[in-house]
Structure formats: C-alpha cells, structure tokens
C-alpha cells in the first residue's frame, strides 16, 4: 500500500497519471516475461495463467497472438524455404502496371517482395520489423529498399509511394492504427492490396493435413477483411494454382507456422512426427520426394479515396 499511496501522491489528476504511467510500463514488463517463458519453453498457459488471476484460455488468447506475431524471427530460415510464393497473376492485380513505387509491409523474408522487384520500372520498398527476417529480406532481394518498421509506425514520408501491398501479414496489425498509416504513405488514388496463400482443402491429403495441425491448434483468418475509410472500391480475386514442393519443404512449411514456433518443445515434436507419419503412409504421398501443393491465392485491393 504504501508503493501505491507513493505513486498516487496527492490524488486527482496527477495522480491518475501517474498510475497510469507505472500500469502501463508494469504492463510491458509482464509482456516481456511472458513472451520469455513461452520462448524459451520454461512454463505451459496454464502456469502462466495462474501466475497472472487468469484461466489458461484467458491468458492464452490475451497474449499468444502477440507471441506468435513475433516469433518467425526464431525460424526465419525455414520460412524462406517452406513458404510459398505468388502466383504472377495475382502480383500483377495487386499492383497497378501505372504504379512507380510500391511498399511492401511486413514484408518477411521476401517472398511478395522478389516478385515485386522483378517488375521493371518498380521501385520496391520492404518494412519488416523483425531482425531475423530482415537478414533473410536483404539476402533474398537485395535490390529493395529495406527498413526496420511496423504497419502501425511506417518510416517513410507522406505521399511516397503508389501502392502498398500485405503478403500473408494483415491479421497480425492493428488495423484501427495502420489503415490511416497506409493512406499518410499512400499517393492520392493509391492502392491497397491484401493476399493470403491458402491450402485447398478440397484435395484429399491437403484435408488430412490440416487436421493433423488442427489436433493442436486452430488458427482462424479472415482473408477477405473489411477495409474502411478513407479507402474505397474494395475488389477480391481468387487465384486458383499449385506449388511444387519437396518432403523437406512441406515439414518446413509446417515448422514455420507461428503457432508451431511458440509450442513446447514435447508438443511440437509430436506435430512433425504426425506429420511425417501421414507423409509415410498416406496413399498420395507415400514414397513421394516431389509433392504438388494445391493453393487459393486470396486477394483484396482497394483505392484510396
């Protein structure tokens, strides 16, 4: 009590404040240590739960996003290598052939930017806020334009490019503060592109696999998010293709699921040997080096009014 009577000082106001400063600081730290033990495997949801007055689905939806959304940097090597690209067509929806300068944002290790620098003419900005993929960003394209940065703190200036494009990323924004991010950086009729890469579960074995993965854990996305003021002329398109894998890229894919990452170690080692277990037995894939994985390429673009 005494702690608090100091803090509180003579009430009112200043006294609001300051509470105010020390809870939201003490906040942070509980964060920081939180996302310490689940990295480093050293407590379960239910422990840290408790530790905090909370049920372990309370202390799990309240903080595993969080960890989850800055947990590539712990596998960025096997993001490059197990995660897909995009389909061309879907690149050239997203971006408008009149676009001079695009940004891509939480850009990862570069799987939208490549294609994106590719495009003649284009200059390509990529912001990523995670060291791990940055190397991994620079590496891969080094022609681009890269920066430490967020979608909700953009370090570029007003009106710098004609389009910003979100490969695989947009659910792990806070919307409410990156929509008027984007618009600041954005020219006047800029766009605005979204696009996830889904397994189509419509073929047998892919159906299989996300079951095995949903033994674990369920990850719901929404792939066709509203997009509100000041943007306008929401379209979507799906695009429909197949990218050709092998065994070790498809166990790569799955590593690289940030929901795989920040398991413990004992949970996660039962999920890549389910895994490998279907990819020994399962009649279309068995004895298969070189597997074809079906994709929906999902995609929102919008106009910035």
Known sequence: MEIVEEIEGSGGLGGVARMTEVIAALETRRTELIEQLRSQRLASWEEIGQACGMTRQGASRRWSQQAQATSFGDAAAAYRRGRPPYPSSAVDWLVPSTAKSVLDLGAGTGKLTQLL????GLAVTAVEPLPAMREELVATVPSADVRDGSAETIPLGNKAVDAVVVAQAWHWFDAATALPEIAR??????TLGLVWNIRDHRVPWVAELDRVLHRHTRQEIDTAPS???PFHEVERLDVRWEHALTRPELLD???SRSYVITMAAKDRDELMHQVGELLDSHLDLRGRKNLTMPYITRCTRARLS
Do not use: Q
């Open 117 to 120: 620098a590719a495009r003649e």
């Open 185 to 190: 950086v954005l020219t006047p009729g800029g």
């Open 227 to 229: 997009i509100g003021t």
């Open 253 to 255: 894919l799955v590593a």
